[in-house]
């Protein structure tokens, strides 16, 4: 990845409940330039501590020896007698790893977390394709965010960041959902730039996480991309003890280069030639092509030719439209323009069976693109100034974010009249939709409602500390909080909000909005 910067990163909201802070992450010097990172926690002294250290030689003894068995992944706790001192411990080799490196990894790991980690009750270690992890505490099949590891290309992306911003987002989103979905919890792919140019993704998670909670965990390391990593940076890492996501611009991963090349097609074997009869058969097929042939191409040039200009004229209009109501924005955003023909395909003409909201603002419907990808359509009524204030704003503020809490914009639509804001498909409808019915806000579950508080509590800290612009929202309600399917928050509905300097802590309105 060529250079790398170490982040330490602050303890994120849950170590308040854990009462622990973690100890700095530390980059450790192995032979033959090999690096390793680890973490070591808790240290302590208390009576038993000889026998569970005693524990802790047995389980490291147990990791190494299974990473001869072909395993790329291995969990295992040891007891002391009568289930006492418990440690537990876990070892991941990447997919691409072979079975010869993996144990090697393992084994060089196990000795190096029981060398430098001596005291710890906890200790984790990390090298390019392993890692070796123990604790006193059971976190299989847990969520664990900490300790983190975050690197960036030293390189910055050259060309339209926005839209590579926007294309490194959707990879990892995909890779996130395959690889939830995927038996051994990992995915990879790439995806084009340019004509000439490609981004490679690869993410992972252990695989005895369930399929919802290796999504949490893939969520919440894409979050950290464009806010506390690597936004527009050609390359980064983050690696949680439960998962990791890297996307650069070159191949790191096996898989990214296991195609072969493609042969070209065979060439026409020569009898086949049309012009291999003689005589009059021959002279009467070489004039018809004589004739038909240069009338047919002038027909083509100039059906291409007035195609070429109604497109342009088209082009121009819809540049000219995009500037008047974007201004200097109107570049970036050209990329997330949708053609109204589009939109009515996908939401099959506005039909009312694909309506699923309504209110002052229009209607929503949902829709489905050509490459089967859900949406959400907002159709815009009306054609106030004020509505078109409020739909400019939307655009230029929500395309700037990205955030798992923030409702993410696909694009919009500026034709005919129309004013269509395109997002990400919610299932679960808003968060009034379960709290204002009785009987529904009872499949809310306390967890539910703590995963939505805290859901919300990291959007609005995004929008007012961590995003590239400071945005007050001012109309945060119920209803502009959606539900996905794992019932995560999204907040909605920026058509009010403001956009205010770094420092600035007071602002002045001439308008009462909100609820």
């Given amino acids: 990845m060529g250079s790398f910067h170490l982040f330490l990163l602050l303890p994120t909201f849950f170590s308040l409940f854990l009462h622990t802070s973690p100890s700095p992450i530390i980059q450790a010097a192995i032979d033959q330039g090999t690096k390793a990172y680890y973490n070591c926690t808790r240290n302590s002294t208390f009576a038993s501590y000889s026998a569970y250290r005693s524990n802790v030689k047995i389980l490291l003894d147990f990791l190494s020896s299974n990473g001869t ?33 993996c144990q090697e990894c393992v084994t060089q790991a196990a000795k190096l977390i029981s060398s430098l980690c001596n005291n710890a009750t906890e200790a984790i270690v990390w090298y390019q394709v392993c890692y070796v992890r123990y604790s006193d505490r059971r976190f299989f099949s847990t969520v664990e965010e900490s300790p983190k590891l975050s690197f960036m ?85 983050i690696i949680y003890p439960s998962c990791g996501v890297r996307y ?17 097609p065979p060439l026409p074997n020569s009898s086949s030639s049309p012009f291999s009869s ?60 949708f053609e109204l023909a589009k939109i009515e395909a996908a939401t099959n003409r506005f039909a009312k069976e694909n309506m699923i909201g ?16 859900e949406i959400a359509v907002k159709r815009l009524t009306g054609s106030s100034r004020q509505g078109a204030v409020e739909f400019r704003n939307e655009v230029q503020v929500i395309a700037k974010l990205q955030h798992r809490n923030l409702v993410r914009l696909q694009g919009f639509c500026l034709e005919d009249d129309e004013k269509i804001l395109i997002y990400e498909y919610v299932p679960n409808k808003s968060l009034d939709y379960f709290l204002l019915d009785t009987k529904k806000r009872r499949l809310l579950s306390w967890s539910d409602r703590q995963k939505i508080i805290i859901g919300i509590a990291r959007g609005i800290l995004y929008l007012h500390e961590d995003s590239c612009l400071k945005i007050i929202h001012r109309d945060l309600k119920p209803s502009n909080v959606l539900l996905d399917s794992n019932m995560n928050p999204k907040i909605s509905d920026f058509g009010m909000a403001r956009i205010v300097v770094a420092d600035q802590i007071e602002e002045s309105t001439g308008r009462i909005v909100g609820t």
């Fill in 248 to 264: 650069e611009l070159y191949q790191f991963h096996k898989a990214h280069i296991r195609g072969g090349s493609v042969s070209p």
């Fill in 358 to 373: 309504k209110g002052g603002f229009g209607e929503v419907y949902r829709g489905i693109l050509s490459d089967g990808k």
């Fill in 153 to 237: 290309n030293d390189q910055d992306y050259v060309g339209n960041v926005g839209r590579f911003n926007n294309i490194v987002w959707d990879m990892m989103n995909d890779l996130r959902s395959e690889a939830a979905s995927a038996s051994n919890k990992s995915a990879d792919k790439s995806v084009n730039i340019t004509d000439n140019q490609k981004a490679y993704g690869y993410v992972w998670c252990l695989p005895y996480l369930s399929g919802e909670n290796c999504s949490w965990c893939l969520s919440d390391a894409i979050a950290e991309i464009p806010t506390g990593c690597c936004r527009g940076k050609s390359g980064g890492t």
């Fill in 278 to 337: 003689s005589g009059k058969r021959k002279k009467k097929t070489l004039t018809i092509i004589v004739i038909v042939v240069p009338i047919v191409v002038s027909l083509v040039l100039l059906a291409l030719r007035c195609c070429c200009f109604l497109r342009r004229k088209e082009t121009k209009n819809q540049h000219d439209i995009l500037k008047e109501s974007f201004g200097n924005d109107s570049t970036t955003l050209e990329t997330l323009r």
């Fill in 69 to 101: 068995n072909n395993a790329k992944f291995y969990n295992t706790t040891v007891y002391s007698e009568d289930t006492a001192d418990p440690v537990h411990g876990s070892f991941l080799c990447t997919r691409d790893t072979i079975p010869k490196q």
